[in-house]
């Protein structure tokens, strides 16, 4: 059996502002092409498939598309969980249309754990159990008591965690003994594992107050043939375990990962000898960061000029020179070709006005973090009350990216 196991979508997402639906687009045509050259009969999503709870109308186009699209292909199912963007009501909302086209969705955890084990049949015979365990939010795994400590909430969410995974993973095995047929038992997840890798700029949240609630592969159980997770957007093995992996984010979500290759992981089942095999992702639009003195930065577009190059730029000027109008010579720089200017940072200025948003940085330049930064160093907040405050500033947060905009 041919599974292909893909994360981290974020379909809608933007760069500073500029619309990506053409990429997305691109890999979602380019996805449809593996899974028909390589004959792919199961696809795993394993979370974030879009960036927001209250996804575009485009970006619902592309998803439900797609869906299609793959029902009228070789592949014979497709498991889709929830992660810590997407709004498990929203995506649950059509999983009993879904699952007329093979299409299996579990948007978050149900006081049911017999929901989050899936048998996937051909013919009428079982060919692999998924155990599909979606973002587990603090209230699913956790029951705050008063008076806990930041250490205290860190337990019990790693055993809530670890629990849940045993729970689900024990009714997957029970079932596959149940069947009499030795059937490959695959688990999803999406969570941040112990040791994980991510990169500046990525957009990977925190997933817990507090948190340093990372999951390491003893919470996998050692009769689980293969783990497919998202949520980190650097495909990457967990540990050593070569069988627990992330496939990472199919296309880069910031200038961090612009020189990051791609992946998608096809994982083979033959008689239950495991055989794992990387996909690399095309570029579908490049994204170049460019850094130094002016005529260092102009010689670099001259290059990427010379090459026919439209990728999309962020320009760091690190000159000693005050240039007051650093966009303007960019703009004229890049004049007759097809690159774009999507974010400029000028160090010289930002090192003069430390802490305030001047004229070449805007609101699109800075991320929920800066803000409340800038806001704790306006007000001279005192170190001793630093920490509580970003405490409480990361519960509130949290507690804002958990809420299910559309549940009533």
Known sequence: MKILHTSDWHLGRTLYGRKRYEEFEAFLDWLIGVIKEEEIEVLLVAGDVF??????????????RFLCQVAASCCRHVVVIAGNHDSPSFLNAPKELLRALDVHVVGSMTENLDDEVIVLYHDAKPEAIICAVPYLRDKDIRTAEPGETMDEKNIKLVRGLKNHYEEVCHIAEEKRQALGVDVPLIA??????????????????????????????????????????????????????????????????????????KKVVRVHF??????????????????VRVTGTLVEIKGK???????????????????????????????????????????????????????????????EDLDLDD??????????????????????????????????????
């Open 188 to 261: 999803m997840g999406h969570l941040f594992s112990a040791g994980g890798k991510t990169t500046e700029g990525d957009g990977v949240r925190e997933l817990y107050v507090g948190s340093l609630v990372y999951i390491g592969v003893d919470a996998f159980p050692s009769y689980i043939d293969y783990v497919a997770l998202g949520h980190l957007h650097v495909p990457q093995v967990v540990g050593k375990a070569q069988h627990i992996r992330y496939s990472g984010s199919p296309i880069p979500m910031g200038y961090g990962e612009a020189n990051q290759e």
């Open 270 to 287: 033959d008689q239950k000898k495991l055989g794992i095999q990387e996909i690399t992702v095309p570029c579908f639009q490049p994204l």
């Open 371 to 408: 803000v409340f930064q800038r806001c704790l160093q306006a007000s001279d907040v005192t170190e001793a009350d630093w920490k509580d405050l970003t405490a409480a500033y990361q519960e509130i947060t949290l507690s804002l990216f958990d809420e299910d905009t559309h549940a009533q």
């Open 301 to 363: 577009i001259e290059e990427l000029k010379e090459k026919g190059s439209n990728a999309w730029l962020e320009i760091e000027y690190t000159g000693q020179e005050m240039v007051g109008n650093l966009r303007e010579i960019m703009e004229e720089a890049l004049q007759a070709s097809s690159m774009e200017i999507r974010r400029i940072k000028n160090k010289r200025i930002m090192d003069r006005l430390i802490n305030k948003i001047h004229e070449e940085e805007t609101l």
């Open 51 to 64: 960036d927001t709870s209250t996804p575009s109308n485009r970006s619902q186009e592309l998803y439900y």
